[in-house]
């Protein structure tokens, strides 16, 4: 068992492997990853470097948003296996040091939840609807929705149920979809709920929680009419401030991170929360993670920052002032399961990502890792996989196209199964001659990004990746600390860490003089002594610590 001295606070620095299970390694043939196979694929994490996974939703589930809709907080969809597949998993995991976070989905359950099922069934004024968010409707006949917010998914935040007597009924708020009904938090039967939830599974020895939309949950008391009520369609973010970010949700955090402590308290190991919170600023973001609430909540503004050296110094700034300010780390990403793939994003538009984009996301890789705080990868992140841009109407999944007809910020592009070895899909995502397609089609493309061939290729994305992993944890300069800027050209930023380590980046095509004079540690692409080529990053150790000019973070 691992001692209270040597697992304290492992997360402040942490780099975490995002697991999206069916799409990561099918065990069984039928097209969809499961638990055992992301247990066969833990030595390949093991040999990356990570130091923990987070698993998407497993639970049992329709699937309408794959996953995001929870009819079962307590157990394994069977498409995924079993408890004793899970437990298997967590017991794998941990011999080879790796640590395991769930996602958990506190702000909605599924239409097909046993709670929706006996709020449809008890009526209006029930204590099974106090549950939920169920109102009469406007209007003389009752046909027009509560109010007037949008869901974020596409259409109206409201549906509406026919009674018992088979007459119309009263609304219940979804602020995804339909099949998503939003929990209310105000009921204390639902916070009792998911406290027994977060215990069934630390009993399994679990290592924490990503929490899902983790500034949601409370709504404005009244339900008032919002003033721009399509802001979170049309963002497709939590912006309407009726339905986001309500003060009472701190203590939600408060408590659960109580009951974290409890169990750390018991044997040393701490576990960790760690909040999807996406919120206006990053001091608004810092409320999130004061020391009694989350431990870390995900910043996503480096991720949404355009491709300037200003824009990322101003988030990188930003970032550390308010959020580690707070006694926390930062909480770094560049790609996730509801994003266009980095390599795309920083392409050019229209193309598959590679040239430009690849360079661009290797460089801001290296980067994200030289930075103070914790990091996440996406799966398929550290193969250099680009987004899959031209995906046929008829196998798109995203409930966001099946509400309104449009592509755009679909997410499927992000989700196909990865590639792990050979020329022809499935590229070893599942095995056996009889083994069904993968949920989403692999383009032939895929061959180049396979596993087996990146970890064969040393200029690979995956070396970049396992090589800047094993420094992370060699050199005392890089993880939790501080971080000084150094005087650079027009369009690089260049900052030190610790005692001597020096990160630069090149966000502009043409060279430049390296800031330090010697050969690089580890670049993001070739990098002669003494330049810095466009669109790469690199890192040094300088020996003179009478250059570094500008303010520390």
Known sequence: M????????????AVIYQVYVRSFLDSTGDGIGDLAGVRAGLPYLRKLGVDGIWLSPFYPSPQHDHGYDVADYCDVD????????????????????????????????SSEHDWFRQALASGPGSEARARFHFAEGRGPDGDVPPNNWHA???????????????TPGQWYLHMFTPEQPDLNWRNPEVGAHFEHVLRFWLDRGVDG???????????????PDSPDPEADARTRDSVNPLAWNQPEVHDVWRHWRAVCEEYTARDGRERLLVGEVSVPSAREHAKYVRADELHQAFFFDLLSAPWDADAFRKVIDEAIRDIAGTGSTVTWVLNNHDQVRSVTRYGDSGTEGSGLGAARARAAALLMLALPGAAYIYQGEELGLPEVVDLPDEVLTDPIFRRTGSRARIRDGCRVPLPWSGHASPFGFSTGAESAKPWLPQPGWFAEHATERALADTRSFWHLYRDGLQLRRELPQLGEGTLRWLEASPGVLAFTRGDGLVCAVNFGTAPVAAPVSGAPLLSSGPCPTGVLPGSTAAWWISDDHTTPKGSER
């Open 152 to 166: 974020m998914f596409g259409g109206p935040a409201w549906s509406r149920v026919v009674e018992a007597d088979g």
């Open 209 to 223: 929680f990503r929490i899902d939309v983790a500034a949601g949950l409370f709504k404005h008391p009244r339900l």
């Open 2 to 13: 691992l001692t209270a001295l040597s697992s304290r606070h492992w997360w402040r620095d």
């Open 78 to 109: 069977p498409v995924f296996g079993d408890l004793d597949e899970f437990e298997r998993l967590v017991t794998a995991a941990h011999r080879l040091g790796i640590k395991v976070l769930l996602d958990i989905v506190p702000n909605h359950c």
